[in-house]
């Protein structure tokens, strides 16, 4: 045992806390087939990020559920982790390279990865470093990066098979493309916002001169690129002009009018301008009626020099030059104000551009219905329940996934082609030779989606394809952690991913958390400097309040809000564990502690044991629900109101009592119970439980806390008859302290209590100490009836309290304080009559300002009455 520090600071144990764990290996697990196994993966962070408060929250989460299964005798592992994050990390090394002079083409491929991973070797531990700091239990010694060799020859593993299956295909298509990350991006990885445009109305002519068509665009720029206008072949007031030839202004083309149902003849005027290489639907009725594919638009956006009077401008200044070409001519009929959804890159938030390009897909209709039928039978579910819908509305409408980014850095596609022949292999081999002509093949340039290893990660982490220990002990894991903004990134491929390779489910449940914003409810961002750094917070309060702040008042699936308020609270909760925890250490001398045998304990002692007992239950059933937040908020409770603020007062006396046997028991009693709390409350505040755990003579003879057992209910310890006595006098107690408090009567000052019960039994004499030590009592006295007169009188739901109003007050002091208080009142009361009868101040000042004088005066003139009373009573 060590002596606690006077003062809580916890910078003076946290660190060495943390390293003695690992030291010990306490976060890796032995397998143990005896035992259950309870496994999380987690979320891998990016190596690009800095802990956020999204993280802090995602990683305490994960922790309070992996501490509670490990002290519940589970076989646990968290395994940690790091996603390379192929946009994000490319952008980070560009720009890094841009501010040198040096571009990519500048270096080369080979060139351009030794800095990424040497970039990845200075950064990409830095997270891992802060995760630590918030006490996270991982097993770091399993730590995985998406790309190192065995998660690489897993994704290799994938692609190979999916694709000898027909599930991969390469082909051209209209994608999501982002002209900032100049790469394609998945359906997942487009955001929408609502943005303020318009819709121009421009007219076509036709090419015999007879007339026009309107038609109305929210992008004039594409204009560039149309081969056909649309209308539908139901539509009367078109029926006659389809197959005619329309002249596009400003190119110069000729372009067909054509039928498809595509058009909705009820929008607008009922004709669609169709820009096959621009529009996703455009494409697709372009590829009905084999139009031409016209790209106008370079990788970044900008006018191709196929277009010499808007070569080079960007597509949105492109835009306004082509307008005012337009209605320079006579070709704009009017502009209309018009708010619709665009697409945005989830990475950069540059509007995304549709455009036809040769990429690879994952064909999905194949692989959601396995996952789809997992959701919907109960095999997964997500926490809490409502957010399978979005699950479900993802899945149900998916499309083929764009697996292929125009990147350097991520997990190269493993096809290979032959220039000569025109051969397509795809093998796991870093060569290929052409099978048909023998000639060294070329690597596909482009890399995977990100996404496309994170897919993996609740297996390939484990060794698959390896059939290893870790993988058939731990896999399925238990518990994913995530926030419901990654359910369509993340989520779904992962389930979709795990049956289809493991043939089993990755995991059986999601809980999903919501996002942490600032006090005032709103996101944080660097737009608007609301941001919290959760190190910062560690640095000043200590990772046991950040905790606790971030834990207190979770609900599954709802965003929180994070206040200077709510980490003070924290922060008091800690400190006001650690006070408690001396006063305990300060009034023990055993070296073991033992709980006594039921005879032997008191009233109090039982109370407290039940109470204790219930709790355990309480908070075992929340955090078995996953209801985080509940559970902390009854042992806040329990801390707070029950231990502190009642049983160590109630156990000062027995301390007092030194040599006695009921001294003995008060410290075998609380010492269980102060142990029982240390440990209920480890999962959330780690470090500060542990620092206390070391000080107190053990109930559990167990070297830390953390490999100790978590407390389970004993129904030898339910005492419910007592329980019920000494919450009787408790009321009581809080009673008579409130009545004093209102009265201004000193704690010093002593007085007689006469307690008028049907409930004799829970006032015996045994209970009388009680009273004295908490109600400032001098006597008591349980009666039928109280036969004296002038006596203040207290009713509670099971006993009335009289106390002789001689011993509560001094009459002759406390008249003359009333008399005091009436003349200050009285003088209030003459001045705002006096004013309120001044017919000028009533007619010439604001009605509010006469409204809030009449108020005054009624308040005073209540207070008044309220005197007289008190002076009456006397």
Request: a negative charge.
């Amino acid at each position: 045992m060590k002596e606690l520090a006077k003062t809580y600071s916890p910078s003076e144990f946290e660190e060495r806390i943390y390293k003695n764990w690992c030291d010990k290996g306490y976060f890796t697990p032995t397998i143990d087939h005896s035992k259950p196994h309870f496994s999380i993966v987690i979320p891998p962070p990016n190596i690009t990020g800095q802990l956020h408060m999204g993280h802090a929250l995602d990683n305490t989460l994960q922790d309070i559920l992996i501490r509670y299964k490990r002290m519940s005798g589970f076989c646990t592992l968290w395994l940690p982790g790091t996603d390379h994050a192929s946009i994000a990390t490319e952008a980070k090394i560009v720009e890094a390279m841009r501010k040198e002079g040096i571009t990519k083409d500048d270096i080369g491929r080979d060139g351009f990865l030794e800095r990424a991973w040497a970039w990845k070797e200075q950064y990409g531990g830095r997270i891992i470093s802060q995760l630590k700091k918030l006490g996270s239990s991982c097993d770091w010694t399993r730590e995985r990066f998406t790309m190192d060799e065995g998660c690489s020859a897993a994704v290799k593993e994938v692609f190979v098979r999916l694709y000898s299956k027909g599930l991969i295909y390469r082909v051209e298509r209209i994608i999501n493309w982002c002209p900032h990350c100049l790469t394609s991006i998945s359906d997942a990885e487009v955001e929408y916002e609502e943005q303020a445009g318009h819709f121009w109305h421009i007219k076509y002519p036709f090419k015999d001169g007879d007339g026009y068509l309107e038609f109305a665009t929210t992008r004039p720029e594409t204009m560039l690129g149309d081969t056909a206008v649309a209308v539908n072949p139901k539509d009367e007031r078109y029926k006659d002009l389809i197959g005619k030839t329309l002249f596009i202004p400003l190119v110069n083309r000729e372009i067909p009018v054509i039928a498809d149902e595509y058009v909705e003849m009820d929008f607008g005027t009922g004709v669609v301008k169709i820009t096959p290489a621009h529009d996703p639907n455009d494409f697709e009725v372009g590829r009905r009626h084999n139009l031409p594919i016209i790209n106008v638009m370079t990788d970044d956006a900008k006018i191709t020099e196929d277009y010499p009077a808007y070569a080079g401008m960007d597509r949105f200044e492109a835009r306004r030059a082509i307008v005012a070409d337009l209605e320079r001519r006579g070709y704009l009929i009017r502009v209309e104000d018009y708010a619709h959804n665009v697409g945005t890159c989830y990475r950069c938030g540059t509007t995304v551009e549709p455009r036809v390009s040769m990429q690879w897909f994952v064909k999905m209709e194949p692989l959601a219905k396995p996952a789809i039928d997992a959701v919907r039978s109960g095999e997964i579910r997500f926490v809490p329940e409502r957010f399978d819908k979005n699950y479900f509305h993802w899945m149900e409408n998916i499309r083929d996934w764009c697996i292929s980014r125009q990147l350097w850095w991520g997990h190269r596609i493993p096809a290979f082609y032959c220039d000569d022949c025109g051969e397509v292999v795809v093998t796991k081999d870093a060569e290929a030779t052409c099978p048909k002509c023998g000639k060294a093949m070329r690597q596909d340039p482009d890399t995977l989606d990100t996404w496309f290893s994170s897919a993996l990660w609740p297996f390939s982490t484990l060794g698959w394809p390896n059939n290893t220990e870790d993988l058939k002990y731990f896999y399925p894991t238990n518990t994913l952690v995530t926030g419901y903004d990654i359910i369509t990134f993340w989520v779904s491929r992962m389930i979709f991913s795990g049956l289809e390779y493991m043939g089993e489910k990755p995991f059986d449940t999601v809980l999903i958390h919501g996002l942490v914003r600032d006090a005032l409810g709103r996101k944080m961002s660097k737009s608007l400097g609301n941001g919290i750094d959760p190190l910062l917070i560690i640095e000043k309060y200590g990772a046991d309040a950040l905790r606790f702040a971030l834990a207190t008042g979770n609900s599954p699936g709802n965003d929180m809000r994070f206040s200077d308020e709510k980490i003070e609270s924290a922060r008091n909760f800690v400190n006001k564990l650690w006070n408690a925890s001396r006063f305990v250490m300060m009034n023990i001398d055993i070296d073991k502690a033992e709980l006594p045998e039921a005879d032997k304990l008191g009233l109090a002692d039982k109370w407290i044991l039940t109470r204790l007992n219930s709790l355990i239950k309480t908070v075992r059933t929340q955090l078995d629900a996953y209801e985080l937040g509940i559970a902390l908020d009854e042992l806040y409770k329990f801390v707070w109101d029950v231990f502190c603020s009642w049983y160590i007062e109630l156990s000062k006396p027995a301390f007092m009592a030194k040599g006695t046997e009921q001294n003995k028991v008060s410290q075998n009693v609380i010492i269980y119970v102060l142990e029982s709390i240390l440990k209920l409350l480890h999962p959330f505040i780690p470090f500060i439980t542990e620092e206390i755990y070391q000080s107190l003579p053990h109930c559990e003879d167990c070297e830390s806390i953390m490999i100790s057992s978590y407390p389970e209910a004993n129904d030898a310890l339910d005492f419910s008859l007592e329980c019920e006595h000494m919450e009787r006098i408790i009321t009581v107690i809080d009673a008579v302290r409130a009545r004093r408090s209102e009265m201004n009567v000193p704690p010093s000052r002593k007085a007689k209590l006469f307690i008028a019960t049907q409930s004799k039994e829970s006032f015996d004499a045994s209970t009388f100490d009680f009273f004295k030590a908490l109600a400032s009592a001098s006597e008591v006295e349980v009666v039928d009836e109280y036969a004296g007169d002038n006596a203040v009188q207290i009713i509670t739901h099971t006993a009335t309290v009289y106390i002789p109003m001689a011993d509560m007050v001094d009459t002759e002091k406390e008249r003359a304080r009333l008399n005091g208080e009436l003349t200050k009142v009285q003088g209030e009361i003459d001045r705002l009559v006096k004013k309120l009868s001044n017919e000028e101040f009533v007619s010439k000042a604001p009605e509010k300002v006469v409204a809030l004088e009449r108020e005054k005066l009624a308040k005073y003139e209540s207070t008044k009455q309220g005197i007289l009373d008190a002076l009456k009573a006397l």
